[in-house]
T-cell receptor, first 116, second 111 residues
Framework: DGGITQSPKYLFRKEGQNVTLSCEQN?????MYWYRQDPGQGLRLIYY???????QKGDIAEGYSVSREKKESFPLTVTSAQKNPTAFYLC???????????????FGAGSRLTVL | DQQVKQNSPSLSVQEGRISILNCDYT??????FLWYKKYPAEGPTFLIS?????DKNEDGRFTVFLNKSAKHLSLHIVPSQPGDSAVYFC??????????FGTGTRLTVIP
């Protein structure tokens, strides 16, 4: 079955440590996204990538970094510069423009990061 | 500035009754609107969508209504079932550009 796999599902980090969240998709989608969800807030866009080796900052990119070396993979690194990293992180992808469902994001199951 | 707003953080409905979830937006350029359903500790799943050229789209128990003049859309679930209890997010986009999400409404369907 095609889908998006995020790992780990739960992650604990000490203050000052960087941590990388994995996102892999086998949907053959070009565009991939990272969102953050906090209680009482909507999904806020961190970074997105429309194509391999290219990515753009979203609304809350500070303290985060990404790479897109392969079409299938879009890892997110939460750096020590992120002041409030405890949150639920969601990765998503979207089918190519012009294809059926091009406006619909498909999400992974999410990763919950807790900073101790 | 929040371009998509869901002003009701929660809603409780009796099983079998209609659930109406509301969403307002400010950007008149939005031309595609979606509803997502989310269970705790899971990713959102796509529920239903509507293009700005329509004012209604129906899929089984779920109907989305769009009122462009009021910049308002709503999701109707009828009849509501306990399994519908979840957080519902509305989202909007201009073409195939990035989606803007509302803050979500937690629906509780009481058996």
């Amino acid at each position: 079955d095609g889908g998006i796999t995020q790992s780990p599902k739960y992650l604990f980090r000490k203050e000052g440590q960087n941590v990388t969240l994995s996102c892999e998709q086998n949907l053959n989608h070009d565009a991939m996204y990272w969102y953050r969800q906090d209680p009482g807030q909507g999904l806020r866009l961190i970074y997105y990538s429309q194509i391999v080796n290219d990515f753009q900052k979203g609304d809350i990119a500070e303290g985060y970094s990404v790479s897109r070396e392969k079409k299938e993979s879009f890892p997110l690194t939460v750096t020590s510069a992120q002041k409030n990293p405890t949150a639920f992180y969601l990765c998503a992808s979207r089918s190519p423009q012009g294809s059926p469902g091009a406006n619909v994001l498909t999400f992974g199951a999410g990763s919950r990061l807790t900073v101790l | 500035d929040q371009q998509v707003k869901q002003n009701s953080p929660s809603l409780s409905v009796q099983e079998g009754r209609i659930s109406i979830l509301n969403c307002d937006y400010t950007n008149s350029m939005f031309d595609y609107f979606l509803w997502y359903k989310k269970y705790p500790a899971e990713g959102p799943t796509f529920l239903i969508s509507i293009s700005s050229i329509k004012d209604k789209n129906e899929d089984g128990r779920f109907t989305v209504f769009l009122n462009k003049s009021a910049k308002h859309l709503s999701l109707h679930i009828v009849p509501s079932q306990p399994g519908d209890s979840a957080v519902y997010f509305c989202a909007a986009s201009v073409g195939a550009n990035n989606l803007f999400f509302g803050t979500g409404t937690r629906l509780t369907v009481i058996p």
